[in-house]
């Protein structure tokens, strides 16, 4: 039984205690047999259940009751079934339900503050099938504009085909008709008309039958990220066009000088078109001689220095002159690549000192690190070109607000410095030579010291510099700078032609401007901590930032050898067609998250995002490193899952008085939360409050700390834990964490009593036992029972052996039985000996011998039980079996005994005696039984019996119809019983069957009586209402006519009340007389029908009594006689074995005579029927009645949940007087009757309509 089982008697005392409740509690049933419950459990004593037990006691009523049991830590639930002998109660563990119960609180709590933090960052929308918002989070409406009643009710934008391409919006109906989520990005607008870029996810939800219910739409606002990809993909084109728009052949190479990149200048001048010129070595466009110059010179541009050569190249469709400068290109301060430009000087001109200098500049501003060394270049050069000692720039537009020529300027054939003083460091010819801004024209003056608007004059005194030459550098129209240049002597006229000098200067400013965007672009692509990655659609990267290289351990080089898909993870290039299908149409793919392999075999988490151009043939690929995060995400669940499900208590605290955190296990070990433990301080629950300290003050020192300690719980409990105390420390010193981890050792101190009190028991057994070293023979362990039994001593019985106790025994067959044991082929070994005692006396035993480790070594385990007492049984029972083999002669009734295991059965004598068959007293199998059965029976009796044995019943009983040797068939009551063995399966069942065929002739007599005499009772009963009806008649009559007689009226009804009162004691008197019949009545079937007349009888009588009660004489409250009547009735059929509930519904109405005896009759007969038959065999049962009046229409129930009605039951089939009768009466009412019956389900149902 699955259930503890405990009955106590009228004081109190344990009288029965099952197995289950015994576990429970942790005691035998020998202990509280027979002792004061109260008495064994005093802190039960004023909880709950004491007072629902004194309840159900005193007040005789079924009570259930849960609470929470401190001493076994435990959730029992009790239900207390009174009696007058005392209580059955029923315990029943629920603790599981309970912690799950707790469990989905929890989950449930949970799920909301997911909830939350989702909110804090996202916008949740939820939406039905068709997409109408039905609700929106707060995140949602800030970042909308819109407050939630104006989104409510409206059609989501991401659900809406009109913002979306038709391949998207078809991706999305795909999605759904799958019930499959979709992600994406989308362009929509806030309130006031700012656009915002979200991706979204949508999940479709489904409701039981596979229909879309509703959708869950989930945002990200990823604008910021929108612009900042605009921005890269503008900084990219401007940095392919400023390549592209570079007047000579640019050629990029990797160290190798294996050609990367160029531009259409280079295709022009090699007549070959790009694909064809990428991949090729520049070494192959040269001649031999600039070769061996390239090969020489190889090392000083490994140093980072720039190189210049010339010569003739005849390698391409027409031989030219070029001039070729080959410039390092660092990144990190490692040369990654080789920037080299090729001029064509074939064509040269009158001013080639001027295309010199162009050339010079440029190559300055093309091939030195940055902008600012590149101008410090260029101011060199103008110096050279100009024969001028010093020179100055000044370009505030690309951050540069002074540069100067160096820190000291060249004069005959030494430096002097040029000193500047801290009122004028920085030179501004804003201030120095304002003639220049608004004219943007070059400015000379021949003599600084009598030039008012120069303020250095010190300064150039003291280095000799006495005239200078500011000229402006102008691109389209626009003030790029200043270039200032100073000479030693005092001219009259600059020594260039300044206008020349301007306009060389001026075609500087595209360099210039086209320098400073490439060194923003390389800036950016150089220095971002995003990912980024050019690759072609051949599957190699073009270009990858540092960033880049360095997540991966790659170098540029590295990377573009290697084909980006053997980079990625197999398990994610599945992923990736899609992705290559979508960039070949040109169409952006957003956060692609895949792994990648590091150079040293790792693998990295990429958030990738793509744009792609069809035109030229790349990808443009913007990542971020997510590993970290998901490995974060992993780790955190793990470890989250971890602390959840431990059945340790584990909290966090920040000092001994404040707790930061508690798992679910503390709660539900202690049941305190963490604002509990807050509010009272958390080291009081300790029984020892200053032990937190204590411990805090050890870990200072050693780090860690483990002991036992006691926590009170929140009913004030103290419980036992196993301690595990870790302090962590900040920076300062200070605590940061106080982690412990409090074990529960309940179950293990429990443990450690249980294995004293199994020693205790192997010690106190009644059985005796002994352990026998397999090796040595002897005894290593005797317990007190054998010593007991056998009368040697303890010292006496350790020098012998099995054999020596065991006479019947030799050491050869012990040796062999020890020797299966051991070799594990049989487990266990039992057969019955002797065993001799001390004094030479001998005695049955039972031995059960089995293999144990004792120790550290295995011995033998024997178990060996005295049987003389049983022996003494067996020749009992043989005597027994003797006399049930007489009393099976004796006996009327023909006797069965059913072997389930055997699948035979015992035919007793009576078979021969009662109906003459040959097979009494022999055995047979049961179609001998089956084929005496009145064939419209052997259904219903076969599926009757051997429902027995599948439902576990104890008793069976049924009637039906047994054919005898002669082919007549008899009515017999066949009666058995079930015996079960320990795992309550049925192994037999006994019984007889009774010869019934006479009572079953009584019983047609009496229903042919009762129907006679039920006949005279409507006809009187008949006779009275039609006299009834015609005094009410009159008396209506009188009282609408004869206002006047009013005295005569009260005499009238007085009378009419006479009358009723007459008729009801009349009809109570022949309810004496048939009480008075049933007391002489032999027959016990007379008697039932005696009394259901009576019953009927009162019924009628009970009408009669509430029209003498009433002031209405024409009409009665039908609701109060239905009370009156159940009252009666149930009364009536009290049975203490029994508990029927009566639940009444009824409406207030009134009936007149004619309509309420009938009615009477007729409930009265189906509440008889309910309590007679519907609930045979059962403990308890309802009843409910109802009645109800709608317009001038009536409706009586009459419904139970007992056995039922039986299969294929018909009303007008049945001959009994009870149906029969409410049968006519509803008829007589004008009603129609309708019954609900069903074999498989509890109950049956009569509804009357009239």
């Known amino acids: 039984m699955s259930d503890g089982l405990v009955v106590v008697d009228t004081c109190w005392n344990f009288t029965y205690l099952n197995k289950k409740f015994c ?97 804090l960052t996202t916008m949740v929308a939820v939406t039905d099938p068709d997409g109408t918002i039905s609700w929106v989070n707060e995140n949602f409406c800030a970042i909308s504009q819109y407050c939630a009643n104006e989104l409510v009710g409206r059609k989501h934008g991401l659900l809406t085909q009109a913002n979306h391409s038709p391949a998207a919006y078809a991706e ?52 910021k990220r929108k612009i900042a990809e605009k921005v890269l993909a503008e900084s990219e084109r401007l940095y392919r066009t400023l390549i592209e728009n570079y007047s000579d052949a640019v050629f990029i190479t990797d160290l190798q ?98 295309i010199k200098l162009l050339n010079d500049t440029t190559l300055a501003l093309s091939t030195t690190p940055t902008l600012k060394d590149a101008t410090a270049s260029v101011i060199r050069l103008l110096c050279q070109y100009g024969d001028f000692q010093y020179g100055e720039c000044w370009m505030p537009l690309y951050g540069q607000p002074f540069i100067k020529m160096k820190s000291s300027w060249w004069f005959g054939n030494e430096y002097r410095i040029m000193k500047a003083s801290s009122e004028f460091k920085t030179f501004d010819s804003r201030i120095d030579k304002p003639s220049i801004l608004g004219s943007n024209k070059w400015c000379f003056s021949g003599n600084i010291q009598n030039d008012s608007s120069f303020r250095r004059k010190q300064e150039a005194a003291t280095c000799g510099l006495q005239s200078y030459l500011s000229v402006p550098l102008i691109y389209r129209n626009k003030l790029l700078g200043v270039f200032v240049l100073f000479t030693t002597k005092v001219l009259n006229h600059p020594s260039v032609d300044a206008d020349r000098l301007q306009e060389l200067v001026s075609k500087l400013g595209g360099e210039l401007e086209r320098r400073n965007s490439a060194e923003e672009l390389d800036r950016f692509f150089n220095l971002s901590p995003e990912l980024l990655c050019i690759i072609g659609f051949d599957g190699f990267a073009k270009k990858s930032n540092p960033a880049f290289q360095q997540l991966l351990g790659y170098s540029e080089d590295e990377m573009s050898s290697i084909k980006v898909r053997e980079l990625v993870h197999p398990d994610d290039i599945s992923a990736i067609k899609p992705v290559r299908e979508q960039m070949i149409q040109g169409r952006p793919y957003k956060n692609l998250e895949l792994r990648y392999r590091s150079k040293d075999g790792s693998y990295r988490w990429l958030s990738c995002s793509t744009q792609s151009l069809v035109e030229e043939n790349l990808v443009y690929v913007t990542a971020h490193d997510v590993t970290q995060q998901k490995l974060q995400l992993e ?68 780090k860690s700390w483990e002991g036992d300690v006691q926590l009170y719980d929140t009913e004030g409990n103290s419980r036992d834990f196993n301690l595990r105390a870790n302090i962590f420390l900040n920076q300062n010193g200070n605590i ?100 001799v005692r001390k004094d030479g006396s001998s005695y049955p035993i039972e031995i059960q011998l089995s293999r144990i480790a004792h120790g550290q070594e295995q011995s033998i385990l024997a178990n060996v039980m005295d049987i003389t007492e049983r022996r003494k049984a067996e020749e009992a029972l043989l005597i027994i079996n003797e006399r049930y083999q007489l009393v099976t002669k004796a006996t009327n009734d023909a006797i069965w005994d059913w072997d389930e295991v055997k699948q035979i059965c015992y035919y007793g004598e009576g078979y021969k005696t009662i109906f003459g068959h040959t097979f009494g007293n022999s055995f047979g199998d049961m179609e001998l039984w089956v084929e005496n059965i009145h064939p419209d029976d052997v259904e219903r009796v076969v599926e009757n019996f051997y429902s027995t044995a599948v439902n576990k ?47 079953k002739r009584s019983e047609t007599l009496l229903r042919e009586f009762n129907t006679e005499l039920s006949r005279k009772v409507e006809e009187k009963t008949s006779k009275l209402g039609h006299a009834l009806r015609l005094m009410r008649q009159e008396v209506i009559a009188r009282v609408r006519t004869e206002e006047t007689l009013q005295q005569s009226l009260q005499e009238k009804e007085v009378l009419l009340k006479e009358i009723h009162h007459r008729v009801k004691n009349n009809m109570a008197i022949i309810s004496g007389l048939l009480s008075l019949q049933t007391r002489h009545a032999k027959h016990p079937e007379l008697k039932v029908m005696l009394k259901d007349s009576q019953s009927r009888i009162k019924s009628m009588a009970l009408i009669h009594e509430l ?144």
């Not at 007040?59 to 009751?65: A, H, N, P, Y």
């Not at 806030?190 to 949508?202: A, F, M, N, Q, R």
């Not at 005898?964 to 017999?972: E, L």
């Open 736 to 835: 940061k964490y106080l982690c412990s981890i409090f074990t529960d050792i309940a179950e293990q101190k429990k443990a450690q009593q249980e294995v004293i009190k199994l020693s205790q028991a192997v010690e106190q057994s009644e059985n005796e036992i002994y352990i026998i070293n397999p090796k040595t023979g002897l005894f290593s362990y005797v317990n007190r029972r054998a010593l007991e039994n056998l009368g040697y001593s303890a010292a006496e019985i350790q020098r012998l052996t099995p054999v020596g106790i065991n006479p019947g025994a030799n050491r050869y067959s012990f040796k062999k039985q020890v020797i299966l044991l051991q070799t594990g082929k049989s487990k266990s070994i039992s057969y019955q000996a002797y065993h």
């Open 172 to 223: 999305i109906v795909e999605a759904f008709s799958k019930g499959t989520a979709w992600q994406g990005e989308m362009r929509n607008k806030t309130k006031d008309g700012t656009t915002i870029w979200v991706h979204s996810t949508v999940v479709p939800f489904l409701d039981l039958q596979g229909r879309p219910s509703h959708n869950v739409i989930i945002c990200q606002d990823i604008t």
């Open 257 to 354: 000088g294996n050609i990367t990149k160029t531009n259409h200048q280079a295709e022009e001048l090699s007549s070959l078109s790009q694909q064809d010129i990428v991949g090729k070595n520049v070494l192959q466009f040269l001649p031999a001689t600039l070769r061996d110059k390239l090969s020489t010179s190889l090392p000083m541009l490994l140093q980072g220095k720039s190189l210049q050569v010339s010569g003739v190249i005849d390698c391409f469709n027409a031989p030219f002159t070029a001039v070729i400068a080959i410039a390092p290109v660092k990144v990190d301060e490692q040369i990654t690549s080789f920037f080299i430009k090729f001029s064509d000087v074939s064509k040269k001109v009158d001013y080639e000192k001027d």
């Open 635 to 702: 780790e955190i669940e793990r470890i989250k899952i971890a602390i959840d499900n431990t059945s340790d208590a584990i909290s966090i605290a920040s000092s001994p008085e404040h707790l930061l955190y508690t798992n679910p296990s503390f709660e539900k070990l202690l049941g305190w939360t963490t604002d509990k433990l807050n509010a009272i301080g958390w080291a009081n629950i300790f029984v020892k409050p200053e032990l937190p300290h204590q411990i805090v003050d050890l870990l200072s020192v050693q």
């Open 953 to 999: 019943l104890k008793e069976w009983v049924i009637e039906y119809r047994f054919r005898c040797a002669d082919g007549s068939y008899k009515f017999v009551k066949d009666r058995g019983y079930a015996i079960f063995d320990a795992s309550r399966k049925v192994v037999r069942i006994t019984g007889a069957l009774a010869d019934n065929t006479e009572h």
């Open 1107 to 1250: 029209l003498y009660q009433s002031d209405d004489l024409s009409k009665i409250n039908f609701r109060s006689y239905i009370d009156e009547l159940t009252g009666g009735i149930s009364n009536s059929f009290l049975d203490k074995e029994k508990e029927v509930k009566i639940s009444i519904e009824a409406h207030e109405a009134e009936l007149d005579i004619v309509q309420a005896v009938p009615c009477a009759l007729i409930l009265n007969e189906l509440l008889t029927n309910c309590f007679k038959y519907a609930f045979v065999n059962e403990q308890k049962g309802e009843v409910h009645i109802s009645f109800e009046r709608s317009n001038s229409q009536y409706m009586l129930s009459v419904a139970d949940n007992g056995i039922g009605m039986p299969a294929g039951f018909n009303i007008n089939g049945i001959k009994t007087l009870g149906m029969q009768l409410v049968k006519n009466l509803v008829q007589q009412i004008g009603g129609k009757l309708y019954i609900t019956a069903h074999a498989s389900q509890k109950g049956a149902v009569f509804k009357i309509v009239w």
């Open 23 to 119: 576990e429970l509690v942790g005691c035998s049933s020998d202990e509280l047999t027979g002792k004061n419950m109260w008495a064994q459990f005093p802190e039960m004593v004023g909880t709950s259940f004491y007072e629902a037990a004194h309840l159900a006691k005193e007040k005789q009523q079924f009570t259930e009751q849960a609470d929470f049991n401190k001493k076994i830590n435990k959730w029992l639930e009790r239900k207390i079934y009174p009696s007058e002998k005392g209580l059955l109660i029923l315990y029943n563990d629920i603790t599981e339900r309970k912690r799950a119960e707790q469990k989905t609180r929890q989950a449930q709590q949970e799920l909301e503050e997911f909830k939350a933090a989702l909110s």
